[in-house]
């Protein structure tokens, strides 16, 4: 994707020092545009956990270049396995509720495990970061190849019965960020949008602004104008109001960790968003690439950790003032508050899971269908 017209992804391996890990700095977006340099496997857990990237699939692949990272400290170390497991076990604990990070770590040190030669090692691990980033590229694009068909045939269908009330434009509502700004490239929810545009369909993205960071508006507003695909940034509470007057078409969104019946966890607030779609009858897409699928659980609701994060995220509000990047407080200096960084939308208000292998129903039955293998 791009970012004043260059072509762009949120993570790569700097040309000049293959040590040095490099990424856009979200916390900014879009004020200030500038870049991270990962120079340990430290600065990697830093960058997951203050959200300097975010996103599952991206916090995935940042952990495998934290693991690559890791393996070139350990050949300083006294014990180097142990010290690499360590910081396994380190960055894993960066954010709970993304499956993608564990994912990620497990999928590098069982790879990892057979090369005892710690250069072979090292040079291993870059290998596999640097494929699983991308995988997760072409993961992406396949999700979108699929989601576009979905699109296409909404857009077909109010082609042919268009009232002239709400016209021809397929109207798509999208919580948080779930664009390439979230994965490598293309993004998981963004993906079939981005298809859709380029194959020339009349698309509007509503952007939820997803309280308390912002999401929304600080990225997916932004990638979106970035792409030239049209949309427009409404609050949180106005999803529902926007589909009882027939004015979205679909709703898209992402995934921090789905279970194998289908329960899927994301962002605070898209539980909400999946009920006023079922009532209204709009179909409820979310993207989901199998390295967010947990195989293991099922029980959404009761067995994914959801984080709970800092109550100045909720206090604070960030933007722009004056030309510089301000916080600003919104209620009494000691108000208490809560903040759940995501909720769990259950199967049964789903109306289908986009994966790279195709799309299936929010169900064990639908994901078997496509990953036999994992159960
Ligand atoms: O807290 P964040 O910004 O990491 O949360 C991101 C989301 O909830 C996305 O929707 C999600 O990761 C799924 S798609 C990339």
Redesign the pocket.
């Known amino acids: 994707m791009e970012i004043n017209g260059k072509h762009c992804q949120t993570i790569w391996v700097n040309k000049e020092n293959n040590q040095l890990i490099q990424v856009f700095d979200q916390r900014f977006f879009p004020h200030k545009i500038s870049v991270y340099d990962c120079v340990s496997s430290e600065s990697i857990f830093f960058a997951i956990k203050e959200?300097v990237v975010?996103?599952?699939?991206l916090?995935g692949v940042a952990a495998a270049y934290g693991m690559y990272l890791a393996c070139l400290e350990a050949k300083n170390q006294p014990n180097q396995n142990q010290y690499i497991i360590s910081i396994a076990e380190k960055l894993k604990s960066a954010?709970p509720t993304?499956v993608n990070l564990s994912w990620a770590v497990d999928y590098m040190l069982k790879e990892l495990d057979s090369e005892t030669e710690m250069d072979l090692k090292i040079n291993k691990a870059l290998l596999l970061a640097t494929q699983l980033k991308n995988n997760d590229i072409a993961v992406c694009e396949n999700m979108g190849n699929f989601g576009l068909e979905i699109i296409k045939k909404i857009a077909q269908q109010k082609t042919v019965s268009a009232s002239g009330v709400n016209g021809t434009t397929v109207n798509i509502l999208t919580?948080?960020?779930?664009g390439w700004l979230?994965?490598v490239d293309w993004?998981?929810?963004t993906a079939p949008i981005y298809k859709a545009f380029l194959a020339g369909i009349d698309v509007h993205v509503w952007v939820d602004e997803t309280r308390p960071?912002n999401?929304g508006a600080s990225l997916t507003a932004f990638e979106l104008g970035q792409q030239g695909v049209k949309h427009t940034l409404i609050t949180d509470n106005t999803g529902g109001h926007l589909m009882q007057h027939g004015m979205v078409d679909l709703v898209l969104?992402?995934?921090?960790r789905t279970t194998k019946n289908g329960d899927v966890a994301?962002?605070i607030g898209t539980y909400l968003k999946a009920l006023a779609a079922y009532d209204n009858n709009i179909p409820f897409y979310v993207?989901a690439p199998s390295s967010?699928i947990d195989f293991t659980i099922s029980d959404g609701i009761n067995t994914i950790e959801i984080e709970t994060r800092d109550e100045n995220e909720v206090k604070y509000v960030q933007g722009k003032l004056n030309n510089e990047i301000q916080s600003v407080l919104i209620c009494p200096e000691k108000t208490p508050t809560l903040n759940y960084?995501?909720d769990v939308t259950p199967a049964r208000l789903i109306t289908g899971i986009i994966t790279e292998r195709g799309i299936c129903n929010a169900s064990e039955e639908g994901l078997k269908t496509l990953f036999n293998e994992k159960y």
């Open positions: 959200m975010r996103g599952a699939p916090i954010r993304a919580h948080c960020n779930a979230a994965t993004g998981t929810a960071r999401q969104v992402g995934t921090d994301n962002k993207a967010s960084g995501f």
